[in-house]
């Protein structure tokens, strides 16, 4: 069967580095971005040169209409989706909780779970057996951070991936059945440039010797296991989370 993934926030980071991959591995890649047409269009063109299949597909993932008209596209121009990478996500400024306003905790909200919602329910629209399809695989980019609570950095995204959790064992059992499997990765510090959103590009450099394993790790390293989760390789998994936190 034709293997076609989309992978969202896939013009840089974690995102970029599963598109590659995943493009490697013989998928088809739908290559979702929200603002950045030109970063995307060089990940497209990367795959292309490879001799693989992408497009590169804006769309805000916070905004249903946006996220309707995005899978429209995917089919028309890869065909019926196999793979679903969950992956963009935001951040803002580090603050205690004195400085969060509503529309802020509204918008990392929106995004990181409103956003990841949406592409699973057109995703499982499209894959489920109750909908004539032939089954697939979820990934959902959560972190470590839903674990760790982020105190002092950013509660609010830590909360938004305590739900992306929630999300993916109630979703996994919802569709066990119909053919899909649904499961997380929870990465840690890795060397991406969401940490400037946060105001400290250097992070992960700051933190990486508190570490069990002294360093930080690279985008690559989360899309191997994304890359494994989706796989024949993991047929029988679903409902489960790998840790890439380096140990923490
Ligand atoms: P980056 O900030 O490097 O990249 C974010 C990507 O998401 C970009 O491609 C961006 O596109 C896209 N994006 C942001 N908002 C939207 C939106 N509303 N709709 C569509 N696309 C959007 O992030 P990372 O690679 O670091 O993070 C990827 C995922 O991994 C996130 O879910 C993050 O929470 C998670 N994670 C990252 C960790 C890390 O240490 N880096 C640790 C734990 C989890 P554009 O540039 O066009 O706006």
Redesign the pocket.
Known sequence: MKKVALV?????????ATALLLAEQGYDVGV?????HI??NKVVEAIIAQGGKAVALQ????DEEQVVAMFARLMAELGPITALVN?????FQQSTIENLTAARINNVLS??VT?YFLCCREAVKIMSARHGGNGGAIVN?????ARLGSPGEYVD?AAS?GAVDTLTTGLSLEVAAQGIRVNGV?????Y????A?GGEAGR?DRVKSLLPMQRGGE?IE?AQAISWLLSDAASYVTGSFIELAGGK
Do not use: C, W
């Not at 769309?59 to 916070?62: E, K, R, T, Y």
């Not at 991406?192 to 940490?195: R, V």
């Open positions: 969202t926030g896939a013009s840089r980071g974690i995102g970029k979702n971005y929200r603002q950045d970063a995307a769309a805000d993932i916070a992956n963009a996500g935001i951040l995004t990181n956003g980019v959560s972190s470590a951070a995204y991936k929870r990465p840690g510090f890795i991406t440039e969401m940490h959103s992960v985008p989360v």
